[in-house]
């Protein structure tokens, strides 16, 4: 029995069939679309990336990736009108310690709320952490100094949770000549042990100078930490 004119235009009008391919086989990189005719789908995989699904339609390829484990994967920017998180998240937030002061040789704690700095781990230079924090890096830009060659002792405190004690976590030295008014910047790799806190812990950063001649009078000092935060809702 012939085909009706509408069974033929739906058979002429189906998709051509699915390829696949994995790591190992011949679709282990993107398809182009140059390479692949209008309506059709392509399985690939490429090398440390999940398994996608890639399709032409007029003439554009589109990307879809799969998930075996929940983890989605977005190769440039997410868009969306609103992000609503319910359990945990990462982000990078930054704190500025900014502080004047004739700076001694003695340990100075920076400031987290106002510009004064103190000599001692106390409320107003001292931060409770809601969530696990890992200094991401310290931006740390000097005045004009009297005695450039200097050096300075950054130390991360912290009190535990649980307990009063304060402890030195990490230290670094600079110890490079200083050039006024141009930031140095103390990575999270340069600190001499990882400089990770608890929720609940009490974070404390102090500068320590080698030599009281650093300045001779009041100077100003602009400090940022930038933290990694892991927040729990």
Same mark, same amino acid.
């Given at each position: 029995?012939? $085909?009706s004119?509408e *069974?033929?235009?739906?058979?002429?009008?189906?998709?051509?069939?699915?390829? @696949?391919g994995?790591v190992?086989g011949? $679709?282990s990189?993107?398809? @182009?679309?140059?390479?692949m005719?209008?309506?059709e789908?392509?399985?690939?995989?490429?090398? %440390?990336?999940?398994?996608?699904?890639? +399709?032409?339609?007029?003439?554009v390829?589109w990307k @879809?990736?799969?998930s075996?484990?929940?983890?989605q994967?977005?190769? +440039?920017?997410?868009?969306?009108?609103? $992000? !609503?998180?319910?359990?945990?998240?990462?982000?990078?937030?930054?704190f500025?310690?900014? =502080?004047a002061?004739?700076?001694?040789?003695?340990?100075? =704690?920076l #400031?987290?709320?106002?510009?004064?700095?103190?000599?001692?781990?106390? #409320?107003?230079?001292?931060?409770?952490? #809601?969530?696990?924090?890992?200094?991401h !890096?310290?931006?740390?830009?000097?005045?004009d100094?009297?005695?450039?060659?200097?050096?300075?002792? =950054?130390?991360? +405190?912290?009190?535990?949770?649980g307990?009063?004690?304060?402890?030195?976590?990490?230290?670094?030295?600079?110890?490079?000549?200083?050039?006024?008014?141009t930031?140095?910047?103390?990575?999270?790799?340069?600190? @001499?042990a %990882?400089?990770s806190v *608890?929720s609940?812990?009490v974070?404390g950063?102090?500068?320590t100078?080698?030599?009281?001649?650093?300045?001779?009078?009041? !100077?100003?000092?602009?400090?940022?930490?930038?933290?990694r935060?892991?927040?729990?809702?």
């Open positions: 029995m012939p $085909l004119r *069974e033929r235009v739906m058979m002429n009008s189906k998709e051509q069939a699915v390829s @696949s994995d190992k011949t $679709l990189h993107s398809p @182009s679309s140059r390479n005719s209008d309506g789908q392509v399985y690939a995989r490429e090398s %440390n990336k999940p398994l996608a699904l890639y +399709k032409k339609f007029k003439g390829l @879809s990736y799969f075996k484990d929940g983890n994967v977005i190769d +440039k920017t997410l868009s969306a009108n609103t $992000l !609503k998180y319910t359990n945990r998240f990462i982000d990078y937030r930054s500025s310690h900014n =502080f002061d004739d700076l001694d040789a003695n340990e100075h =704690f #400031p987290w709320w106002n510009n004064d700095e103190l000599t001692s781990l106390r #409320p107003p230079v001292g931060y409770l952490a #809601p969530f696990n924090m890992t200094c !890096k310290l931006i740390f830009k000097p005045p100094l009297d005695d450039n060659a200097d050096n300075i002792l =950054f130390t991360i +405190k912290k009190m535990d949770d307990d009063a004690t304060i402890d030195s976590l990490c230290t670094y030295t600079y110890s490079t000549t200083f050039v006024d008014n930031s140095i910047t103390i990575n999270r790799s340069d600190w @001499s %990882n400089p *608890e609940g812990d974070i950063i102090s500068i100078a080698s030599d009281a001649g650093i300045v001779t009078g009041a !100077k100003d000092f602009y400090i940022t930490s930038v933290w935060v892991e927040v729990v809702i």
